[in-house]
């Protein structure tokens, strides 16, 4: 009989803080790196610019220890009052985390703490190639409702001048906004 193998506590879920950009910056450039993450060309500069574009109670990341493993984040979809309960999801995770669960932990988190914002959708544009997330998102309640045909043409990394295709999945929540 084989050993019993030990998996490590799963991550500690927190508010994501300034304490946590150097982290989260890296991360994400990390995911800017493989071509398959989002169209941006770089992280925002800055944590002011970070905080600009998100809707920062809802950021969040997993930690172990002090490391942060990945982070999760919202950003609102419109300014017009009929979306106010629909956010756009943005979720990395380090390259060293992948495959250890932080993702599921981490959009687990999210959507709870969304419901509890009184969020009744949440969408996700991803690259179909990028199956990892594709599952995640699927696992998570997210359904595709449309494919967008060449989107949008990468600027940057091993992609630069291809025009993309991003699948748009969403999860309309079973607690909130059913009446």
Known sequence: MPAKIILPAAPAVVTM???HWAQVRTIYQAGIDTGHATFAPAPQANWADWQRDHLNELSI???VGPTVAGWAALAAVSGRCVYAG???VSI???PESMGQGVGRTLLAALIGRSEASNLWTLQAGVFPEN???LALHRNAGFEPVGLRHR??????GPFSGHWRDVLLLERRSSL???E
Do not use: D, R
Not at 151 to 156: A, D, E, N, Q, S
């Open 17 to 19: 803080t300034e304490s």
């Open 61 to 63: 990341v997993a930690l």
């Open 86 to 88: 629909v956010a756009e």
């Open 92 to 94: 990395y995770v380090a």
């Open 131 to 133: 199956k990892a997330s």
């Open 151 to 156: 989107i949008g043409k990468m600027t940057c």
């Open 176 to 178: 909130v906004g059913t």
